[in-house]
């Protein structure tokens, strides 16, 4: 059985090309200059999609296979324009439903037009089911962004999540590793974090309903951004984490935000109880860590050190009272 669990949306033609003017009229007259010229060329390799409408992606798990199913999809003005524009790069071997595109390379991509929109994928058997209008799947993604991915954890076959956190948990592993051979103090700081981490990622996996990420370049706010969009299972730990961040109320530190600065954040959350108490866990194992790094660093006096302990335990200090 499978579960799509991935869509992905990217933003029609017309709106990437005027985005791409925009930013690079932005940056200099020069690259202004250059974004027009590559805007005229990249008609003549649109031939035959509607550049008005997005396009996207849907990815599809299966139980038995850690690979992905992928169907892609691009709306049409005439399938004919497009296939003469594909000639160019690649041979095409058109059947009675299902067109083949045949890549230098040897690889071969299966397309079958769906109403006004054609499905590809590496695969004919998996464009024998594709919905009529995908751009309902994208719903106002393609609005919001340029390119945008919606992910449901729920629907990727449990044994595939626990094989992901397996691959996670041992790439860190690993590094760890290298780093105890290169500095063991600094090592054992970072098993000491391991398992809150470990934590941490498992109830991210288990915990999110709906993940949405997104980027935009907005040319009337005159800024490109990211967004991160995360939604919970009613009743998991994650869901009342975000309960109680809505109760962290304005922040008062609005002030440290300056105008015209590249880049500008600022957060306001809650912790949970639980949370408190790994994190001062965390802080009072990695004071006696830097304790000990201070003490055996030959290139500081004993003036420094005692100095610098000094420093650091305040610092600490003040963060584990707030």
Same mark, same amino acid.
């Given at each position: 059985?499978?579960?799509?669990?991935?869509?992905?949306?990217?933003?029609?033609?017309?709106?990437?090309?005027?985005?791409?003017?925009?930013?690079?009229?932005?940056?200099?007259?020069?690259?202004?200059?250059?974004?027009?010229?590559?805007?005229?060329?990249?008609?003549?390799?649109?031939?035959?999609?509607?550049?008005?409408?997005?396009?996207?992606?849907?990815?599809?798990?299966?139980?038995?296979?850690?690979?992905?199913?992928?169907?892609?999809?691009?709306?049409?003005?005439?399938?004919?324009?497009?296939?003469?524009?594909?000639?160019?790069?690649?041979?095409?071997?058109?059947?009675? %439903?299902?067109?083949?595109?045949?890549?230098?390379?040897?690889?071969?991509?299966?397309?079958?037009?769906?109403?006004?929109?054609?499905?590809?994928?590496?695969?004919?058997?998996?464009?024998?089911?594709?919905?009529?209008?995908?751009?309902?799947?994208?719903?106002?993604?393609?609005?919001?962004?340029?390119?945008?991915?919606?992910?449901?954890?729920?629907?990727?076959?449990?044994?595939?999540?626990?094989?992901?956190?397996?691959?996670?948990?041992?790439?860190?592993?690993?590094?760890?590793?290298?780093?105890?051979?290169?500095?063991?103090?600094?090592?054992?700081?970072?098993?000491?974090?391991?398992?809150?981490?470990?934590?941490?990622?498992?109830?991210?996996?288990?915990?999110?309903?709906?993940?949405?990420?997104?980027?935009?370049?907005?040319?009337?706010?005159?800024?490109?951004?990211?967004?991160?969009?995360?939604?919970?299972?009613?009743?998991?730990?994650?869901?009342?984490?975000?309960?109680?961040?809505?109760?962290?109320?304005?922040?008062?530190?609005?002030?440290?935000?300056?105008?015209?600065?590249?880049?500008?954040?600022?957060?306001?959350?809650?912790?949970?109880?639980?949370?408190?108490?790994?994190?001062?866990?965390?802080?009072?194992?990695?004071?006696?860590?830097?304790?000990?790094?201070?003490?055996?660093?030959?290139?500081?006096?004993?003036?420094?050190?005692?100095?610098?302990?000094?420093?650091?335990?305040?610092?600490? %200090?003040?963060?584990?009272?707030?």
């Amino acid at each position: 059985m499978l579960f799509r669990s991935v869509i992905i949306s990217i933003a029609s033609i017309d709106e990437q090309l005027d985005d791409v003017e925009y930013l690079a009229n932005a940056a200099s007259e020069e690259m202004g200059q250059m974004s027009g010229l590559l805007k005229m060329q990249a008609r003549g390799f649109t031939r035959g999609i509607d550049t008005t409408k997005s396009a996207g992606m849907m990815m599809y798990f299966n139980e038995d296979s850690p690979q992905p199913t992928t169907i892609g999809f691009v709306p049409l003005e005439n399938m004919d324009d497009m296939l003469d524009t594909l000639a160019g790069f690649a041979e095409i071997d058109e059947g009675d %439903d299902i067109v083949t595109i045949i890549a230098d390379s040897g690889q071969e991509i299966s397309m079958k037009q769906v109403g006004n929109y054609a499905f590809m994928s590496d695969q004919p058997g998996n464009l024998e089911d594709v919905p009529k209008d995908p751009s309902k799947l994208i719903g106002k993604m393609a609005e919001q962004y340029n390119i945008a991915a919606t992910v449901y954890p729920q629907r990727i076959p449990e044994g595939l999540r626990d094989m992901a956190m397996g691959l996670i948990q041992q790439g860190a592993e690993q590094n760890m590793q290298m780093l105890d051979e290169i500095d063991p103090v600094q090592a054992e700081i970072q098993q000491q974090n391991f398992e809150m981490q470990m934590q941490q990622m498992e109830n991210l996996f288990n915990d999110t309903e709906e993940m949405v990420l997104g980027m935009a370049a907005d040319q009337k706010a005159e800024a490109i951004y990211f967004d991160l969009v995360m939604t919970a299972k009613p009743g998991s730990e994650m869901a009342e984490q975000i309960s109680a961040s809505k109760k962290a109320g304005a922040s008062r530190f609005g002030g440290f935000l300056m105008d015209g600065a590249a880049m500008t954040a600022n957060m306001t959350s809650q912790i949970a109880p639980n949370q408190i108490e790994q994190t001062l866990s965390v802080m009072k194992n990695s004071k006696e860590q830097i304790q000990e790094m201070l003490d055996a660093n030959p290139n500081m006096t004993d003036a420094q050190a005692e100095m610098t302990e000094e420093l650091v335990d305040s610092l600490l %200090d003040v963060v584990m009272k707030t």
